[in-house]
C-alpha cells in the first residue's frame, strides 16, 4: 500500500520560496498509470490542485501558479518536491502530496497528511 509523507518547512517568509518534498513509500514514482501531484487547502476554502508530474518526469501546472511553481523529482529517493516562490500570505495552506490517477485534478487515490506552512514575516 502505497505512502505519502510531505516535509518542510512550516513557516516560509514572504517573498521566499516555499519548498516541500514528499517522500513516498509502497511504491516506485515511476509505475505507470499515475500522476504525482501538489494540492494545498488554504483556510476557509476548497482543495486547489497546484500541479503534477508524470512517471516519466513531465510537469503539469496550475495556470494560475504556473509562473512561481515548480516541481521536481528524485526517482534514487522515491520523492518530488514542490518549490513555490515569491510566497504571501495568501500562499498558507495545508500542503498536500498525492497519487491521482490523472493529471489536474483534486482527485486521488492516495494522499499524504498534509503539512501546513504560514507565510508570515
Known amino acids: 500500500q502505497v505512502q505519502l509523507q510531505e516535509s518542510g518547512p512550516g513557516l516560509v517568509k514572504p517573498s521566499q520560496t516555499l519548498s516541500l518534498t514528499c517522500t513516498v513509500s509502497g511504491g516506485s514514482i515511476t509505475t505507470l498509470g499515475y500522476y504525482w501531484s501538489w494540492l494545498r487547502q488554504p483556510p476557509g476554502k476548497g482543495m486547489e490542485w497546484m500541479g503534477d508530474i508524470s512517471v516519466s518526469g513531465n510537469t503539469y501546472y496550475s495556470p494560475s501558479l504556473k509562473s512561481r511553481t515548480s516541481i521536481s523529482r528524485d526517482t534514487s529517493k522515491n520523492q518530488f518536491t514542490l518549490q513555490l516562490s515569491s510566497v504571501t500570505p495568501e500562499d498558507t495552506a495545508v500542503y498536500y502530496c498525492?497519487?491521482?490517477?490523472?493529471?489536474?485534478?483534486?482527485?486521488?487515490?492516495?494522499r499524504g497528511q498534509g503539512t501546513q506552512v504560514t507565510v508570515s514575516s
Open positions: 498525492a497519487r491521482s490517477p490523472r493529471r489536474g485534478t483534486t482527485a486521488y487515490g492516495a
